[in-house]
């Protein structure tokens, strides 16, 4: 069954709405805050894997600043998806494994969050529906 004008209008606008929500949400909460305070959060962080604080460090501000504002922009969505769905089981699962589903929550839903957004891709209202051919599908 084909769907209808309206149909797909109304799905754009929602992977719209969830990717820039969902984008400027992680950014906001936690990808500025180790941004803009990067030598607090460099005494803070955990390096669950020995890569260094720093190192650990930069790769979640990629993954929390970088990542969020391609999927606002609808550049390469799929594949921003994919660095923070990894920092996010790597708290759940690594870093904090004694986490109950309730003090683990606000990470589930943003792996929700963006798990819907990897599967559903960023629909037509996104730069990557303005490219051809393999970029336009990640």
């Not at 906001?28 to 803009?36: M, S, T, Y």
């Not at 986490?99 to 792996?111: H, I, K």
Request: glycine share 10%.
């Amino acid at each position: 069954m084909q769907a209808s004008g309206g149909d797909e209008r109304a799905r754009d606008l929602g992977l719209l709405f969830l990717r820039v929500s969902a984008g400027l949400f992680l950014l906001w909460v936690h990808g500025l805050p180790k941004l803009l305070d990067y030598n607090a959060e460099l005494q803070r962080i955990e390096d669950p894997f020995g890569l260094g604080a720093n190192l650990t460090l930069m790769l979640a501000i990629f993954a929390e600043v970088l990542c969020p504002l391609l999927i606002v922009a609808g550049v390469l969505v799929r594949l921003a998806c994919l660095p923070i769905l990894a920092v996010l089981l790597v708290a759940l699962r690594v870093v904090h494994p004694q986490w109950s589903l309730a003090e683990g929550q606000f990470a589930w839903l943003l792996l929700i969050l963006f798990g819907a957004i990897f599967i559903a891709g960023p629909g037509s209202l996104a730069l990557n529906h303005r490219f051809t051919g393999a970029l336009r599908h990640v």
